[in-house]
């Protein structure tokens, strides 16, 4: 979408300091150097060691008052959680990976750890208002990025589980949410997948990448100018979203509405006359198994084009063109022109028509009403259709002439609508 597309320039703008103005001095190497390992929060026996930054690390050029540095220089505090044991006592929240989503955090999705494992966790473990949450393990989730927001939580403490590393920045020197923006940019999120190690879906963030990853750096007062156009102009698309939201549902939406217009009104304006019930027109028709030798299985997925054909040598045989309706699953009351001949699906009932309607009526007529039948389908487990309201529903039912007349008007409007959609479309290509 357009404006996923242009928050991702903003972000890149951002950081590689073209945003705002950068006409101002400033000693970034003093900024760093007055933290210490003495600002370090967590106690480690492993000694961190900040490595040299490459050239070739660099992944666009910084105005010259800016600086890379390892994001290890710029917390006080980058560590996985703890694997913990649950509990049913809803007093400490754990975060996981499902509550870390990228529009935010999804307090009513932790589980809660047992209170009696409380006294294994030193005090830094315990999240702060506006730590960085990282996911740090699986394909498609390893890397997304969150903050944390207090006030989202009712509880007193929170923790996170050991497949989401928290970093803590130095809030005196940068601002976490410059961080934030950082981490969930194009520059960063395209490539940290390839960072991690292992299988595509047990891949891991490991603690000393996320540790040595580079940072973009300037002052603190420069960031927040930052952070605050970044946060505007985002203010600003998010309005345009909405719109360009609602324009597309209507893209979606408007050449099939317009169809069921049509539809509706051929047959709903005259239904007051000559209704019938479907039950004396049509019926289920009884096709027993048999063998016809090598043919493909017409099952709904191979019909839509999903899946490429099973071949079977015995099953209800059906002829091209027989006309079948789904009966099982969500979409039951899609109705199907069988193209070729084979064994028929199980889902699918093969309807057989009396002499008094012409079948692309019926077609027509059941393209209006599927939508009716799939939201009144019976069951849960496997929703099926109902067959008593399918053979109970009411058709107008004129003369073949008049039939044939309607069919005629029905084949050269709703060609139409295609029409429309490609040209809704065409700016989509």
Not at 26 to 31: C, M, P
Not at 87 to 113: G, T
Not at 283 to 288: A, E, G, R, T
Request: glycine share 4%.
């Amino acid at each position: 979408m357009i404006v996923d597309e242009l928050k991702k320039s903003i972000l890149y703008y951002a950081f590689s300091g073209k945003l705002i103005d950068n006409n101002y001095n400033v000693d970034v190497e003093s900024i760093l150097n007055s933290k210490s390992e003495k600002d370090w929060e967590y106690s480690t026996k492993q000694k961190i060691k900040i490595r040299e930054i490459e050239k070739s690390e660099e992944l666009f050029d910084l105005p010259k008052n800016w600086k890379w540095v390892r994001l290890h220089q710029v917390c006080s505090y980058i560590q996985r959680g703890k694997s913990p044991k649950y509990s049913n006592i809803k007093k400490i929240p754990v975060i996981a990976q499902k509550c870390n989503q990228w529009d935010k955090l999804y307090m009513d999705k932790c589980l809660f750890i047992n209170p009696d494992e409380l006294q294994k966790y030193t005090k830094e473990r315990f999240i702060i208002n506006n730590d960085i949450l990282i996911n740090s393990t699986g394909g498609g989730s390893c890397g997304r990025v969150g903050i944390y927001d207090e006030n989202i939580n009712s509880y007193e403490i929170a923790v996170v589980d050991s497949h989401i590393t928290v970093c803590r920045p130095y809030k005196d020197i940068i601002l976490p949410k410059f961080i934030y923006y950082y981490l969930s940019s194009p520059m960063v999120q395209s490539v940290i997948e390839s960072q991690a190690v292992g299988t595509t879906n047990q891949i891991e963030l490991m603690i000393d990448t996320v540790r040595n990853y580079l940072i973009p750096f300037t002052d603190i007062n420069h960031q927040k100018k930052i952070v605050e156009k970044i946060e505007e102009l985002f203010a600003k698309l998010d309005e345009v979203k909405s719109i360009e939201d609602e324009l597309r549902m209507i893209k979606e939406s408007f050449p099939n509405e317009m169809k069921k217009s049509i539809l509706f009104k051929l047959f709903k304006e005259n239904e007051d006359r000559l209704k019938e019930k479907l039950s004396t027109i049509l019926s289920f028709s009884n096709i027993k198994n048999s063998e016809h030798g090598e043919n493909k299985y017409l099952e709904v997925k191979y019909l839509r084009g999903n899946i490429e054909p099973k071949i079977l040598n015995k099953g209800k045989y059906v002829t091209k063109g027989t006309l079948s309706i789904l009966v099982d699953g969500e979409n039951s009351g899609e109705i199907f022109k069988i193209s070729e001949n084979g064994y028929l699906g199980s889902t699918l009932k093969p309807l057989c028509l009396s002499k008094k309607i012409l079948e692309k009526y019926l077609m027509y007529y059941l393209m209006l009403k599927k939508d009716y039948f799939k939201s009144n389908k019976r069951g849960s487990a496997i929703p099926h259709l109902d067959k008593n309201l399918f053979f109970n529903s009411m058709i107008y039912l004129p003369p073949i002439e008049e039939q044939q007349r309607i069919v005629d008007k029905l084949e050269k409007l709703l060609p139409l609508c295609d029409d429309i959609e490609k040209l809704i479309n065409i700016g989509d290509n």
